[in-house]
């Protein structure tokens, strides 16, 4: 599986942006596709996951009201449409992908050695 993430850019706080993340290869909608970022001087952090039907989803508390993740899986394609941006998202965005298993719970999919498949990463910056 190949993933190509896009739509990043230079935003100042409080605007909307929409990443998006586009695959090639195996049955897209077998996977679980997840978005996690990267600041600077920083550890990659979990910030959003959906299976492979949408019917779970998972957000870290940080984007939690702020963030919403979907799919389109005829197109197969993830977003991350971000709103309400602050400062503190400023990072490179990564999607991952995974087998979507039934059992996997929140906590097991927020970690990034669950991904066995990432993108190059999409940077955004908000300005203050």
């Known amino acids: 599986v190949q993933l190509q993430a896009s739509g990043g850019g230079l935003v100042q706080a409080g605007d909307p942006l929409r990443l998006s993340c586009g695959t090639s290869?195996?049955?897209?909608?077998?996977?679980?596709m997840g978005w996690f970022r990267q600041a600077p001087g920083k550890e990659r952090e979990f910030v959003a996951v959906?299976?492979?039907?949408?019917?779970?989803?998972y957000y870290a508390d940080s984007v939690k009201g702020r963030f919403t993740i979907s799919r389109e899986n005829d197109k197969n394609t993830v977003y991350l449409q971000m709103n309400s941006l602050k400062p503190e998202d400023t990072a490179v965005y990564y999607c991952?992908?995974?087998?979507?298993?039934?059992?996997?719970?929140?906590?097991?999919?927020?970690?990034?050695?669950?991904?066995?498949?990432w993108g190059q990463g999409t940077q955004v910056t908000v300005s203050s």
């Open positions: 290869g195996r049955t897209f909608s077998r996977y679980a």
């Open positions: 959906i299976t492979w039907g949408g019917s779970r989803i």
């Open positions: 991952a992908a995974t087998k979507s298993m039934t059992y996997y719970t929140g906590s097991y999919y927020s970690l990034s050695d669950t991904y066995d498949y």
